[in-house]
Every structure is written in structure tokens, then in C-alpha cells.
């Protein structure tokens, strides 16, 4: 819907200085850069390096019973279809329940588990077979965490704004956290495992939640104060009327490695906002490319690959401007862009174990990429199913799993 009949004296009279607000969220600009001093609350962290324990082909004795696959969930055509990351061939495609959003492995890596968003359950994958099991009832089962000490599964139930407490094996719930935000999706968790950092899509904030006593600690809207203001005065005035989206839409959320900085894909705002966890406010953004969505560090630790979907809304088409960009921990900049030749949507994936390529699924083209990481160049496009997302490559580097499509420690 066109907001041409709102006039800008309107705004005028309700918020002083709103034009210049507009203006600066047109053009990308954010009133604190990347470069602006980073004043954390933290203890220190120098010799912290959360990604120590995934360094290339550094397998727990668990995950190296895996039979090597990559399981890429076809959300639209509710099934996982199987590769072989040694070929590059399909192996299989199998059944799931409704829209599986993403493959999550387990925090003792000894089971794979398919959100099946919409289906409203949880299939099991084997992972030294690849073969599933029976599906398991859960509630909304966007996406799966689980907590730093291995003793919860948090199920990211986005439709119902919710984060569900589960027994990790059985998942039995235990206990249902209430979130006051919109589109709850991705995670991560401070470097002394107190709390979880969660995005909100579509209410443009991050929620902070302690982890021990399962409570919200606060929220943080990612855009400046006035332009949030400005949209719910729109809001207000087509009250009952879905006529604007939050102007920003965060999803992955990734820590540096010392656990100082949150890094947090925001999807309309084309680039990723550099959030202190501990006092829960911006720092700093960094543009990369339209459509803002994955990220996923490097096997050394030094560098972080964000996919650009191409897209920033929630719908998008085929061979849209998607790329890579790989931003550098230790300066904070992009140092290189990949683009795909002739389009496409890169979204959600992972590094193979030995760090030299990066998978992701292409979520409006209905294939998989693989990307080089040493020279950037896409190397294969392979066929899969409608609406390819949360693509997981296993076996990976780590000790346990905190969820998602391999987020280790």
C-alpha cells in the first residue's frame, strides 16, 4: 500500500527531526558505525575463543560415527533431500511432517532433528545411517536450540511466541517461556553460557533471556528510537490494517569469537548490527548485500560468511542479486564479496569439516550452492526440492551442538 497521501507535515507535528530520521533510514546510514569504540560491560575475553573447539575436522568421537551427508529440508515440499558431499549427487529424498524449516543436530550430536514448522513435530534422523525415525509430537517447532550445559532443548516456537523448555531427548516440555515480540527465530548464547540472545523478525528487536531462571531480561529494538516511534504512529493511524512491516527484520545471530560482540543479520537493513550481549545495546552495523540472512564463521575462527538472500521480504523470486559476503572478525570489514553468476538466494547452510567449502540452500531457486572458500567461485548448483532452508552438512567440528544448523562449541 502507497503512504503518499500521509503528509510530512504530519510527522512534523508529531515528531520533531522525523524527516532527517527518514532520510537516514533510506540511505543505509546508521548514527553508529563499526568503527565506533566498543565499550562493553564484559569482563575481559581476550583469551576467550568460543569456536576453539571447531577447528577443521576436529571431530568428537561422536560425530565421527556419521555417515557423511548433507541434509537440505525442502520446506515447501515437506521432505529432506540427502547429498554426498564427495559427489555432489542427490542420495535420497524422504518425507517429513509440514514446512521443515531447518536439520539441527542434537547438543550430544548422536541424533538429527527436522523442525517441521508447520507439522507440528520433530523427525529423528540417525545420523550414522541417515536414515529417520517416527516423528515425535512438539508444539510450533520453528527452530531448536539447546541450552550451553546440554540440560534443555529450546524449541523456538515462532507462531506461538514462545521459547519451549524440552527434555533434550524425549523432549518432554518442561517449562513455556512467553516472549513479547514478533517472529521469534534465531539464537546464540553468551560466552559464560547465562544467557540466550534471540531475534524477532517481525517486531525489528532482539530478546535477551536468562537462562537459569528461564525469564526475559529485556528487549532491544535494532532501528534508532524515532523511526520506531514513527512506525507505530503509522501503525496507529491504519489501526487494524497490516500497511507497514518493521523496518527491520534481524535473523541469524552469531558471537565473535571472544564472546564480546553479537553479530545480527538483519534482513532489511541489508547488513548486520554489532550488539554488545552483556549491556544488550547496539554498537555499531556493517553493510553487506540485500536480504541479510546466514552466518556462519569460518573453520579458523577469523572470518564470518554472510548470505545476502537477494531478497528483503519474506517472499522473493528466482535468480534474484544474491551473494556471500565474508566479513573479517579482527577489523570488522568486508574483505570480499562472492557473487552467484546469474542469480539466486542464498540463505541458510554450513562450512564442510574441513573448512573449504560453504554450503547453502537457495531458498527461491530450489538448489543448493557450493561456494570455495579459498578463492570464493561457486563451484556446483545442485537440484533439490521446493524451498530449500535450514541445510545442514554433517558430520561437523565440535564438541556438542547448541542447535540451529550446527552452531558448536
Not at 576436529?58 to 554426498?84: C, H, M, Q, W
Not at 541417515?130 to 510450533?140: L, S
Not at 515480540?181 to 544467557?195: E, M, Q, S
Not at 547488513?271 to 544488550?280: E, K, Q, S
Request: aromatic share 8%; glycine share 10%; with cysteine.
Amino acid at each position: 500500500m502507497s503512504f503518499a497521501p500521509i503528509k510530512m507535515n504530519v510527522f512534523k507535528a508529531l515528531l520533531p527531526g522525523a524527516c532527517v530520521t527518514i532520510a537516514s533510514a533510506c540511505s543505509g546510514a546508521h548514527p553508529r558505525t563499526a568503527s565506533a569504540a566498543v565499550a562493553s560491560s564484559a569482563s575481559s575475553t581476550a583469551a576467550v575463543n568460543v569456536y576453539a573447539g571447531t577447528g577443521a575436522n576436529a571431530f568428537a568421537p561422536e560425530a565421527e560415527k556419521a555417515r557423511p551427508l548433507v541434509y537440505v529440508p525442502n520446506s515447501r515440499g515437506a521432505s529432506v533431500t540427502e547429498i554426498d558431499p564427495k559427489t555432489y549427487q542427490v542420495v535420497r529424498t524422504f518425507p517429513t511432517g509440514k514446512i521443515p524449516q531447518h536439520v539441527v543436530p542434537s547438543y550430544d550430536l548422536k541424533t538429527l532433528w527436522v523442525a517441521n514448522n508447520s507439522g507440528n513435530s520433530l523427525t529423528p534422523i540417525d545420523p550414522r545411517t541417515g536414515q529417520e525415525g517416527a516423528q515425535i509430537p512438539v508444539d510450533d517447532p520453528y527452530n531448536l536450540y539447546f541450552t550451553p550445559n546440554g540440560r534443555y532443548a529450546m524449541v523456538i516456537a515462532e507462531r506461538a511466541k514462545r521459547i519451549d523448555f524440552r527434555d533434550p531427548h524425549t523432549m518432554r516440555l518442561a517449562h513455556s517461556l512467553h516472549v513479547d515480540c514478533k517472529g521469534l527465530d534465531h539464537v546464540d548464547f553468551t560466552v559464560d553460557g547465562r544467557y540466550a540472545v534471540a531475534s524477532c523478525e517481525f517486531s525489528g528487536q532482539l530478546v535477551k533471556v536468562d537462562l537459569a531462571n528461564m525469564s526475559v531480561v529485556g528487549y532491544l529494538s535494532l532501528l534508532p528510537d524515532r523511526r520506531n516511534v514513527i512506525r507505530k504512529v503509522i501503525s496507529r493511524i491504519f489501526r487494524g490494517r497490516h500497511v507497514m512491516e518493521s523496518p527491520s527484520m534481524p535473523q541469524d545471530v552469531r558471537s565473535s569469537p571472544d564472546g564480546s560482540i553479537f553479530y545480527v543479520a538483519d534482513m532489511k537493513a541489508g547488513g548486520v548490527f554489532l550488539i554488545d550481549p552483556i549491556a544488550f545495546k547496539r554498537i555499531g552495523f556493517i553493510r553487506t548485500g540485500k536480504g541479510t540472512h546466514g552466518l556462519y564463521p569460518s573453520r579458523d575462527g577469523r572470518q564470518l560468511y554472510v548470505t545476502n538472500r537477494g531478497w528483503d521480504t519474506i517472499f522473493g523470486g528466482r535468480h534474484g542479486p544474491g551473494s556471500i559476503s565474508v566479513l573479517d572478525f579482527a577489523s570488522r570489514k568486508i574483505v570480499a564479496t562472492w557473487p552467484i553468476p546469474g542469480g539466486g538466494s542464498p540463505d541458510m547452510g554450513d562450512v564442510s569439516a574441513d573448512g573449504s567449502e560453504l554450503w547453502v540452500s537457495g531458498r527461491y531457486d530450489n538448489e543448493v550452492y557450493v561456494f570455495d572458500t579459498r578463492s570464493g567461485a561457486l563451484t556446483h548448483r545442485i537440484p533439490v526440492g521446493r524451498e530449500p532452508h535450514g541445510l545442514c552438512v554433517w558430520p561437523q567440528p565440535g564438541r556438542y551442538s547448541l542447535g540451529h544448523t550446527g552452531n558448536m562449541r
